[in-house]
């Protein structure tokens, strides 16, 4: 899912966990994971470069992992925005459903 959101916006953590990595993909650019109890992972990515976490850092819901920015060589028509998604067991799932279960 990709989210819109203008350059500099802090991004968020979507649940308490553990960040997995922080690296810079080829085609959707700076990047954190989040792994969360469960086997759920979280994937943000097109962030901006300044991203205030590491690896082994534990995170909170709503602690702020990184910033909206345009790093995402394969969404460039989108410009400033977050792309996100899930993992299940390391099987995609439907990132709405995972953040229903936090309601």
Known sequence: VDFAAAAG???VSA???Q???VYEDDRMGMTVVIRHEGGYTTHYA???SDVPVKA???VTLGQT????GDSAVAETTLGSHVHFSVTHYDEP???KEFLSLGQ
């Open 46 to 48: 097109s962030l901006a």
């Open 9 to 11: 916006t802090p991004v």
């Open 93 to 95: 799932m439907d990132p």
């Open 56 to 58: 082994g850092d534990k």
């Open 19 to 21: 960040v997995y990595t």
């Open 15 to 17: 649940a308490d966990g």
């Open 65 to 68: 992992i990184g910033y909206a």
